[in-house]
């Protein structure tokens, strides 16, 4: 069966995912009751680099890599760091927003999803919340930093978890890369920078 709207077929190539993946559903009692809820646009250049992103390669997540390029043009993308001194580069071409959460098309009592992009060479820097993370990579490939721990380079497939408040990072360099971004707990706090890393 076809199904014509692009935010349930993301929110059911969200979850297969998630389902689908050992480590994801260890982490969490991923949100099952979730329920539609208005969505705002807002655009943001981001949504332009990640609309004419060449650089996939082919993986397993294609399908749930389509189903987030689908709703793009639509999407409430995020401007998280706005405000800071992060620079207007990173804030034109670093790519989020809300799959399950405030501001995504879908709301959950237990647990965010977002989705996150980065075209290459970009630096995410130190940042840090108490919300217990972990990162599920679609596609593409990214060296990702934590406090405590080697530097690793992650690809589709792969995970990463952060404790909570524990500062990390990721850059990309040669390919962009795109992840599933989950909270399971202290929702209501969001990042912020890390000063002094
Ligand atoms: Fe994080």
Known sequence: ????????TLLAETLAACFGHPVVRAFAPFPTAV??????????????YFETEAGWP?????????????????????????????GS?????????????????????????WMVYMPPDLDYPDHHHPAQEMY???????????????????RAGDTAIHVSNQPHAMQTHDEPVLCLVIWKDEFE??????SGV
């Open 1 to 8: 069966m076809t199904n014509l709207d692009p935010y349930e």
């Open 35 to 48: 329920k539609r809820q208005p969505l705002d646009p807002h655009y943001c250049p981001c949504s332009d």
């Open 58 to 86: 082919d993986d397993t997540y294609d399908p749930l890599r389509r189903a987030l390029l689908a709703v793009s043009p639509t999407a409430h993308w995020r401007e998280t760091y706005k405000g800071t001194d992060i």
């Open 89 to 113: 580069d990173f804030m034109d071409r670093f790519g989020c927003y809300s799959i399950i959460g405030p501001g995504g098309p879908f709301a959950s009592d237990t647990g965010r999803v």
């Open 136 to 154: 599920l990579i679609v596609s593409g490939s990214a060296e990702f930093r934590k406090a405590g721990a080697p530097n690793e380079t992650l």
């Open 189 to 194: 706090t969001p990042p912020v920078l890390t």
